[in-house]
């Protein structure tokens, strides 16, 4: 599909491996209503996205809806090339701590001059207190403390380059850093085409509480038991789609 198209009549079958990684085949119904201002982005049963591969057609009639980088595809480039600007809630809370210590400083400034005046009111004491000052201010905001963090960052991002990890958000280092669980979802990423059955383990009721089964049902056992409950439930929860006779 060379752009993001709204099938209008028919029904397809596409290949979208290439733009999300689903190994299976999805099958697309064409829009319902006519009306106008009645498709929206979110209803992607109706939806052929660009770089996808219609591997079956059903008398199916699409209009373009998007071509370029307004596409699917090209959002995702976008996304890829130009990152939006990421900001971590701790440096959204470091910025109002970091308000808070420079009114203390100010107030720490204020009280060594003042103290110190009090002893000796003359030009040469007033620039001591006047560098005394400036000590107390660093004492509170260290002027390294940014280039302490960006050092930081760069050891970090040196560290992953030589693990073969690249990124483009340095400011998510902090973050996946202090993470102890991550979840992945591993569907349609390692999953192959033309999934196989294996067995299945039933569901028994005994005194009104479900519990599983002790052995499983392979596609053998189904084979002799066709009119079970159990074999007429696998052979019906697909969707099946006839492709290439």
Known sequence: MPADCILMSGSVLMDESMLTGEAL?????????????????MMKKCTLYGDTVCLKSNDAIAIVGKTGMFTEKGRLLQALIMPADYQPQYQKEANFVL?????????????????????????????????????????????????????????????????????FQVNRIGIIGGTKIMCFDKTGTITEEGMRFKSVRPVAVSSGVYAFEQDDWTREDLSKAPESLLAKAMATCHSLEELQG
């Open 99 to 167: 308000f808070l210590m420079f009114l203390y400083s100010i107030w720490n400034y204020v009280i060594v001059v003042f103290l110190n005046s009090k002893k000796d009111p003359t030009s040469q004491f007033k620039c001591a207190n006047f560098i005394y000052g400036l000590e107390a201010v660093a004492m509170v905001i260290p002027p390294i403390l940014p280039l302490a963090i960006l050092i930081g960052l760069n050891v970090s991002v040196a560290r992953l380059n030589k693990q073969r990890i690249f990124t």
């Open 25 to 41: 085949p999805l099958s697309k119904s064409h829009l319902e209503h006519m009306d106008d201002k009645v498709y929206t982005p």
